[in-house]
């Protein structure tokens, strides 16, 4: 089992920036991928940035060039960077791990982008 904790979310206005962290209780380079997805109201859940355990990165298109994930191995820990914020970026992020067969999810951090 994987356990994550997201902290990091709150209330921005348009333009601002926001940086997400996400503790695993495992080390980070024993799980296959990790990332962090969204999910605005009325929505389905989406990807916004994932890390394989080797370091490639992959971003969803409408975050491209305004997010930036990256780790920390020695605090097990993986950010995500947010810059140039949009109201449309307003939305409950999750942690998500792929560890094995599963994937494991962490409780949600809200960011709300004022306009």
């Known amino acids: 089992q994987v356990q994550l904790v997201e902290s990091g979310g709150g209330l921005v206005q348009a333009g601002g920036s926001l940086r997400l962290s996400c503790v695993a209780s495992?080390?980070?380079?024993?799980?296959?991928?990790m990332g962090w997805y969204r999910q605005a109201p009325g929505k389905q859940r989406e990807l916004v940035a994932e890390?394989?355990?080797?370091?490639?990165?992959r971003y969803a298109d409408s975050v491209k060039g305004r997010f930036t994930i990256s780790r920390d191995g020695a605090k097990n820990t993986v950010y995500l960077q947010m810059n140039s914020l949009k109201p449309e970026d307003t939305a409950v992020y999750y942690c998500?791990?792929?560890?094995?067969?599963?994937?494991?999810w962490g409780q949600g951090t809200q960011v709300t982008v004022s306009s």
């Open positions: 998500r791990a792929g560890y094995g067969l599963y994937d494991y």
């Open positions: 495992k080390t980070i380079f024993s799980i296959n991928t």
């Open positions: 890390i394989t355990s080797g370091g490639s990165p």
